[in-house]
């Protein structure tokens, strides 16, 4: 190969990769799924112990970001299982809470490939599981993380980590307290237009 065509090929390197790097800079849908890694806080708690689960979760999204480049509007749609055990002496009770939530997600890009994000959810139970407690059926969130946006051969796919700390009281009952505690890992996948 002579030094022309070697010239060529690293200037089509080059454009491949600036066009793969601004891939993710406009506006898009996508989708995610991994797992929820859950667990409840219960008081009173005289004899239960307190495990963490593992949980899916599944959601679509249409992500904006603003022309500086910096900020990145999130509204997501997403279907997820949250809730842990109660292990008492001779008593195992799996909480397995499913939630419809809307997540309005607000991201601030650190550097390119990597956004903080914050992420508020309101939430609604499905429906009512067998639990050691009435439950209530919304529930209000907020959520933090990071999104890594992958480039060049993985382009079209995400990274994301979050924390959710739920703040409702989701049980009914005016003696009892229980809490959703939900650290989330989900692969993306963004519907780039490819022009």
């Known amino acids: 190969m002579n030094l022309r065509h070697k010239l060529l090929l690293f200037f089509a390197f080059l454009t491949f990769g600036a066009s793969a790097q601004t891939l993710y800079l406009k506006p898009h849908f996508g989708v995610k799924a991994g797992l929820n890694i859950a667990r409840s806080t219960y008081s009173p708690n005289f004899i239960y112990s307190l495990k963490r689960q593992s949980h899916p979760n599944l959601g679509v999204f249409f ?62 139970l499905l429906h009512n599981p067998n639990t050691i407690v009435p439950l209530r059926k919304n529930e209000f969130s907020l959520g933090s993380g990071l999104r890594f946006d992958f480039m060049d051969m993985a382009e079209d796919f995400s990274l994301n980590l979050r924390y959710i700390h739920g703040f409702t009281n989701i049980s009914s009952t ?21 022009k």
């Open 63 to 124: 992500r904006y970001r603003t022309p500086d480049r910096k900020w990145v509007f999130q509204p997501e749609v997403q279907l997820s299982v949250r809730g842990g055990t109660f292990k008492g002496e001779f008593q195992v009770v799996r909480n397995n809470f499913n939630y419809g939530s809307f997540v309005p997600t607000v991201g601030y890009t650190i550097t390119e490939g990597l956004t903080l994000e914050v992420a508020p959810e309101i939430s609604y």
């Open 174 to 194: 005016s003696t009892e307290s229980l809490y959703n505690r939900t650290l989330q890992v989900s692969v993306i996948y963004n519907f780039y237009k490819k």
